[in-house]
């Protein structure tokens, strides 16, 4: 996976004073570090932090941060980004100076491919309950996505982690026994077919309205 790049400047001090006079500038305050590295104070454009994290996935990307004055940009992985709870702007950016050969944990987003069986031929519906996976390998193995086809499944069939290939040393973090999708009978329908038979056998409507000819007693 090809590393993106985001310019990014040090700073000096810390502190709200300091963080609320950069994003009056158009700047959003930041953090470099890492393992075996000291922290570092930095700040970076925001328009040009937000269009890029807007592109790409931030949880398994590969972002080279280019420091003004260093002599070659730093490998990292966004570790955290905060927001203004209403505006929606940066507040601020945690950035994980990753290093050649040291395990990652990292988000993987879940694609499902294909249409089910179970959908084309029984009028199921995809219910998808995880769209993101943890899993922990080295920066170069990280996955960009993982692609599932879920052509095979019919109504009631679920797919499960443990069914899924995530590649050569790519550990998953979660419990494998999890689901990730099921092929489901939609509710509407399933509810009709309870209401389809009453109390004492009599067939209702979809509304549980005795159909005519059904109707129990005399009309007064």
């Known amino acids: 996976m090809a590393d ?12 709200k004073g300091v963080a609320r006079q950069l994003r009056l500038a158009g700047r959003v305050p930041a953090v470099l570090y890492g ?62 100076r990753i290093q050649k ?11 499902l491919i294909g249409t089910p069986t ?4 029984g009028g199921g519906i995809v219910e998808q309950v995880i769209h993101e996976i ?11 996505s993982v692609d599932v086809d879920i052509s095979h499944l019919d109504v009631n069939e679920s797919l499960h982690v443990s069914d899924v290939e995530f590649g050569e040393g790519v550990e998953v973090m979660i419990d494998e026994a999890n ?4 092929v489901a009978i939609p509710r509407a329908v399933a509810a009709a077919d309870e209401v389809e038979e009453g109390e004492e056998g009599e067939k209702l409507d979809e509304d549980g309205v005795p159909l005519e000819g059904d109707a129990g007693g005399d009309e007064a």
């Open 118 to 121: 179970g959908v084309k031929n």
């Open 179 to 182: 689901t990730i999708c099921a």
């Open 134 to 144: 943890a899993v922990r390998c080295i920066p170069s193995k990280i996955p960009k």
């Open 35 to 96: 393992r075996e590295f000291d922290a570092v104070h930095l700040s970076v454009d925001a328009h040009e932090a937000k269009s890029l994290f807007q592109s790409i996935s931030t949880e398994n990307t590969i972002l080279a941060l280019d420091v003004e004055g260093d002599k070659e940009p730093y490998r990292t992985l966004v570790r955290e980004i905060q927001t203004h709870p209403w505006k929606g702007s940066l507040v601020h950016i945690d950035f994980l």
């Open 101 to 111: 050969g040291v395990m990652v944990d990292v988000e993987v987003p879940i694609h």
């Open 4 to 15: 993106v790049t985001l310019n990014a400047q040090k700073r000096e001090g810390t502190g």
